[in-house]
């Protein structure tokens, strides 16, 4: 069946380093890929997605590259925020109405 | 847009009451409703799918007879724990699709139940 295997936490950062969290998959056919963040107490939040092979998603200075050869969605930022202290889950979804198949999540703590 | 509430956010109840909690597309029509449980520093575990006007269909090892899901619109579903015990308390989010489908599920805040 699907899955989705991503680094385990937690992840300290100090604020403006280099963040880089690891999601691999296992899935027939071609899912699309996604990153949700969860801030404490809240539920979760679309971060980016991607569609198909090569796809980049990319929003609030998060990017992630679908990579079908690696069959990797590994999520990157060049400057961490204290703001983004949060759980990251990576998620994929095969074609149709399916439920999300989730990673166990990895949870970022950044530092000032 | 895409934007999905729950209520209540937060319910104490006493062991054996049973407690409702409703999820509401609020600005598209959900075909498609899903309801998961968060244990505390874990994944979700989806617990059941629902398609409005049908029956929901549940993961393995969850009880529907405990967790009732009704789908009565393309607006809303709502989940109720029955008969709730202290091992219960959980963190219940719930999401939805598009009509239109497209892979993309939008997620509720989450509800968090706590049984005494």
């Known amino acids: 069946g699907n899955s989705v295997t991503q680094m385990e936490g937690p992840v300290t950062l100090s604020e403006e380093a280099f963040l880089t969290i690891n999601c691999t998959y296992t899935?027939?056919?071609?899912?699309?890929l996604f990153w949700y963040v969860q801030y404490p107490g809240e539920g979760l939040q679309l971060l980016l997605k991607?569609?198909?092979?090569?796809d980049k998603g990319s929003n609030k200075g998060f990017e992630a590259t679908y990579r079908k050869e690696t069959t990797s969605f590994h999520l990157e930022k060049g400057s961490v925020q204290v703001s983004d202290s949060a759980v990251y889950f990576c998620a994929l979804r095969s074609l149709g109405n399916t439920p999300l198949v989730f990673g166990k999540g990895t949870r970022l703590s950044v530092i000032a | 847009g895409a934007v999905v509430s729950q209520h209540p956010s937060r319910v104490i109840c006493k062991s054996g009451t049973s407690v409702k909690i409703e999820c509401r597309s609020l600005?598209?029509?959900?075909?498609?409703m899903f309801w998961y449980r968060q244990f505390p520093k874990q994944s979700l575990m989806l617990m059941a799918t629902?398609?409005?006007?049908?029956?929901?269909?549940?993961e393995q090892g969850v009880e529907k007879d405990k967790f009732l899901i009704n789908h009565a619109s393309l607006t809303l579903s709502t989940l109720t724990v029955t008969s709730a015990h202290p091992e219960d308390s959980s963190f219940y989010i719930c999401?939805?699709?598009?009509?239109?489908?497209?892979?993309?599920?939008?997620f509720g805040p989450g509800t968090r139940l706590t049984v005494t």
């Open positions: 999401s939805a699709s598009l009509l239109a489908g497209g892979g993309e599920q939008y």
């Open positions: 629902s398609n409005e006007g049908s029956k929901a269909t549940y």
């Open positions: 899935a027939t056919g071609y899912p699309s």
């Open positions: 600005d598209f029509q959900a075909t498609t």
């Open positions: 991607a569609t198909k092979a090569d």
